[in-house]
């Protein structure tokens, strides 16, 4: 089958499938895209496969291209503001204090105590944001806090 008819074919299959896997509209279109690119620069092995390898080779082809694009947004993170609430810090000398032990932190572990500390979410839903197991989630913020706790210490 030749490229393009494997793309009027199964592309919006493709994408359907893609989309399902990683949850994300929008990756899964550059996915597939991504997938046929790949399979015109390989067009003449793919031409000459029969249409189930074909079909198998390029949904396997998208599904790596979103994995990859998943773990590429996850180490682009924005870190996040740390502007500390008004309320339970009665004295500024205290948001000044968290915020430069904070800033201490690596990347890695200081944005899973963001979330859970000033967003509010559980290990669960920042192991699903950061892409990694909440066990991971629980043992960074552990040793996000403990770093902190040594810093406050070693300071004053």
């Not at 499938?17 to 067009?43: N, P, Y």
């Not at 694009?69 to 500024?92: N, Q, V």
């Not at 967003?119 to 909440?134: D, F, L, R, S, Y």
């Amino acid at each position: 089958m030749l490229i393009e008819d494997a793309f009027r074919k199964y592309s919006k299959p493709m994408q359907q499938h893609v989309t399902a896997f990683c949850r994300d509209e929008s990756a899964a279109m550059d996915a597939v895209s991504h997938a046929f690119t790949q399979a015109w620069i390989r067009k003449e092995m793919l031409e000459a496969m029969p249409d189930p390898a074909q079909k198998a080779w390029l949904y396997a082809a998208a599904r790596n291209a979103a994995v990859d694009i998943k773990r590429k947004e996850s180490r682009f993170a924005p870190m996040p503001e740390y502007d500390l609430p008004d309320d339970g810090y009665p004295d500024p000398s205290d948001r000044i204090a968290v915020s430069e032990l904070m800033s201490l932190l690596p990347a890695e572990l200081a944005i899973p105590v963001h979330m859970k500390y000033w967003q509010g979410m559980n290990a669960t839903e920042i192991g699903t944001v950061m892409g990694i197991p909440p066990a991971t989630v629980r043992t960074r913020i552990r040793t996000a806090l403990s770093i902190m706790r040594k810093n406050l210490k070693g300071e004053y």
